[in-house]
């Protein structure tokens, strides 16, 4: 058996060990260092635009047939969007004379800014209306006696900003 002397000596030593293995592993102090970078972005000016379709339904020649489209820009803040109506694909359509077609049987119609139908939209190809949604009011006016068919035309938005 070892003795108390012995079992306290190697307990002493045991204990001088750990505290020195605790003192050589101590962590070490971290240094930093710090930088800062930039954000930026630039925005640019856009819109989108989406139109509804307008359509006179079935159109009876002894009265004017109205419809509505509702033209819709969506813009970034600050841009003021002005809209622009094309003549449409019809033969010899003009902006104040606007044409539906079927094969080259034609049937007129208008396209307004006001729902009494007095008001043309786009006079000329650069007329525009400010805003950011715009009713377009449209009427095939009474007597046109044209072959029964479907009719159709596309009118082209521009939206400025």
Known sequence: MKSAKNILSTLSAAVLGIAMLCLATAPAQAATATTTFGVSAT????CSVVATAMS???YIPTAA??????VTATCTTGATPTFTLS???????????RLMMNGGILL???LYSDAAHTQNFGTTATTMTSGTAVT?????????YVTPNLYSDTITVTVSY
């Open 43 to 46: 925005v640019q000016a856009t």
């Open 56 to 58: 006179f339904g079935t």
């Open 65 to 70: 047939s109205t419809s509505t489209s509702t």
């Open 87 to 97: 003549a449409g694909l019809g033969t010899g359509a003009t902006v104040t004379n």
């Open 108 to 110: 007129g119609y208008g």
């Open 136 to 144: 377009i009011y449209g009427q095939v006016p009474a007597g046109q």
